[in-house]
């Protein structure tokens, strides 16, 4: 081994010392590690601080870059969805299946089965497709007026990602080669009883085939499978859902009997399945103004939903496991 040089000095010229390189992040060893050398390294908590100092710096000094549609990726990525990952990765222990359907650059259209209640199927595959994908990509999900009205609620969503779901910004975005995520039963499909769970709800108009076939871009479907149990709701209050300006008031095995516990989700296993794309550009653009092939189209992707929710229902052996 060398020695030590002197603080201040200068080594000589050696033909077998390397060319000088950045100084790479302080580490420390984790525990053990001198004993077992395949354990990694465990980051220096100064480098964490210092790094975490200059996040909060730069927020309160507003240098931080926003696009037009308020995504914020920096607060998404470095403390939104870290957030999520827990409930991903161990309570309801996410499995993605088919991410090699999903186009690793180009845009295209995520359409998905909605239910739970509250949009965790959204969160949930937002975090299949930046943490499991390949390529890391971050989905931008067309939301409800309502949905971005609401406070706290409203801001946080357009900052991870969300837009209104209108099909200028949609466009727009698929142009730009994001993948659009469109969940089209909407507050019937997330809103609807226990008994009628994995059962889709119409998919409105067919407003995202129009989308899909103007950008010409794939239609992708995706089946989850585990969210329909996290708040199995078995009853609206239809009037407090008036008075209250909502499209639902559930009434869930914990809510409100519960209490605020109740809040709590169950810890179902979910899988998430991203099915082969259904092509959009055989048909061209013009094709959007054709009423009775938007029609066909909504009907094909909806029941190929349908048909991967029940294959997948079939093989799983639990709820919870």
């Known amino acids: 081994m060398h020695e030590p040089e002197e603080p201040g000095t200068t080594a000589p010229a050696r033909a077998d010392r390397p ?32 790094a975490a100092l200059d996040f909060l710096r730069r927020r309160l000094t507003g240098d931080y870059d ?17 957030l999520a990952r827990p409930l991903y990765r161990r309570y309801w222990r996410v499995r993605a299946v088919g991410l090699e359907h999903v186009p690793a650059r180009s845009g ?9 209640t509250l949009p965790f199927d959204a969160i949930m595959t937002k975090v299949a497709l930046l943490d499991d994908h390949p390529a890391h990509r971050h989905l931008r999900e067309l939301a409800a007026d309502l949905a971005l009205r609401l406070p706290v609620i409203g801001p946080m969503a357009r900052k991870t990602g969300n837009t209104l779901a209108h099909g200028d910004d949609a466009r727009r975005l698929l142009a730009a080669g994001e993948l659009v995520g469109v969940w089209p039963e909407g507050f ?24 899909a076939l103007r950008a010409q871009v794939p239609i992708v479907p995706v089946a989850i499978i585990g969210a329909e149990e996290i708040y199995p709701m078995v009853a609206d209050v239809r009037v407090l859902a008036r008075l209250l300006r909502l499209p639902y008031f559930p009434v869930t095995w914990q809510f409100p009997l519960l209490g605020p516990a109740g809040l709590l989700p169950l810890p179902s296993k979910w899988v998430i399945v ?10 061209g653009p013009e094709a959007a103004d054709d009423p009775m092939l938007v029609f066909e189209l909504t009907d094909r992707v909806r029941t190929v939903i349908q048909r991967m929710l029940y294959r997948n229902l079939m093989g799983r052996r639990s709820i919870f496991f």
Do not use: C, M, W
Request: aromatic fraction near 8%; proline fraction near 12%; charge should be neutral.
């Open 19 to 50: 060319a000088p390189a950045t100084v790479p992040p302080r580490i420390r060893p984790s525990p053990g590690a001198a004993s077992d050398p395949h354990l990694a390294p465990v980051p220096d908590p100064g480098d964490a601080l210092a």
């Open 188 to 211: 019937k499909g997330i809103g609807k009883l226990y008994r009628d769970r994995y059962k889709l709800q119409r998919f409105g108009r067919g407003g995202f085939v129009e989308l």
């Open 274 to 283: 991203f099915g082969e794309p259904i092509d959009t550009a055989r048909y």
């Open 108 to 116: 295209a259209l995520i359409v998905a089965n909605h239910a739970g």
């Open 66 to 82: 926003v696009d037009v549609y308020g995504f914020d990726r920096e607060l998404t990525e470095q403390v939104i969805l870290p």
